[in-house]
């Protein structure tokens, strides 16, 4: 099977990407698929430190970007997680945007480096900057989806509709090329029990219903403390809580997040489905203490 490059995107930052990146990250590696994590977000590069390393390259992202570097052992690191890898962002002062604008191919660089890892990894999942930029195109034309988090509040909604939009539009030239622009599917991210965020994620799937460009999905990611404790501990958020709390009325992180994997990469359903609590809770006995 083809490798699958899986974006996640937002043109407005504090919305919940590197959470979802790394946490799914995580249990699709939990479920066996080879999946490598990508963090392409200079300003605020959390998804390079959010799990321990095993292994640290010398090189990340600006080596394979800018340098054209494919070597696995120079810019692929290995993390705590089995199954997962991490190209880590070295970029602090920002040069791949300049270099990016530059460069005749640079909207296409991406997509054509991440051919050098076709048959080492299932699945890529690439964690991004909040904000409209040449990095963010980069990203979506080299992807075969791209999943947006969304929180249940108007602010969030509006950029949402402005920024994204706007930036799909503006790669719509590309398909000239023979490019694919992907479909984004938004998950409603920290989503409470309040009347009025579920009257926002209502309104929000009925604003995309016959939208060719933007699918909401039936997953949502309730919010919760256990997020803020999983990172501290680095740990994936479906390892800290694999069964449901009995004091809770909703599901457990595992539930959340197998379903959500469930809905994005269906053609891995078995494998999603035999990651069960027990399955889950014997991975923490075996390397994990949440």
């Known amino acids: ?38 963090d392409l977000d200079p300003a605020q590069p959390s998804a390079s430190s959010y799990y321990p390393l095993v292994h640290e390259a010398e090189g990340g992202i600006y080596d394979l970007i800018a340098l054209n570097i494919t070597d696995p052992a ?6 705590s997680v089995p199954n997962l890898s991490l190209i880590l962002s070295n970029d602090p002062n920002n040069q791949l945007i300049n270099l990016l604008l530059q460069a005749p191919d640079g909207r296409l660089r991406l997509a054509q480096l991440l051919q050098a890892f076709e048959g080492q990894f299932d699945l890529v999942i690439i964690d991004t900057q909040g904000a409209r930029s040449v990095l963010l195109e980069m990203v979506l034309l080299a992807s075969d989806l791209a999943v947006s ?4 509040n108007m602010l969030s909604a509006r950029e949402f509709s402005r920024g994204l939009l706007q930036t799909l539009d503006g790669l719509q030239t590309y398909k000239l090329l023979g490019l694919n622009i992907p479909l984004v599917k938004v998950v409603i991210n920290s989503l409470d029990q309040t009347n009025d965020a579920r009257a926002i994620h209502e309104s929000i799937r009925c604003a995309f219903q016959d939208s060719d460009q933007i699918e909401v ?10 997020f803020r404790e999983a990172s501290t501990h680095g740990i994936p958020i479906h390892h800290r809580e694999y069964r449901k709390p009995s004091n809770k009325q909703g599901e457990s992180a595992l539930s959340v997040f197998r379903e959500l994997a469930i809905e994005l990469f269906p053609e891995w359903l078995d494998r999603f489905e035999a990651l069960t609590e027990e399955a889950v809770k014997q991975l923490v006995k075996a390397g994990f203490r949440p």
């Not at 407005?12 to 698929?33: E, H, Q, R, S, W």
């Not at 120079?74 to 993390?79: L, Y």
């Not at 988090?149 to 249940?152: A, G, H, S, V, Y």
């Open 217 to 226: 999905l039936r997953s949502t990611i309730p919010v919760s403390v256990k």
């Open 149 to 152: 988090p969304l929180p249940p």
């Open 1 to 38: 099977m083809k490798m699958k490059r899986t974006a996640v995107i937002s043109t407005k930052g504090g919305v919940g990407k590197t959470t979802v990146a790394v946490n799914l990250g995580a249990l699709c590696a939990d479920a066996g698929l080879r999946t490598l994590l990508i």
């Open 74 to 79: 120079r810019v692929i690191s290995t993390t």
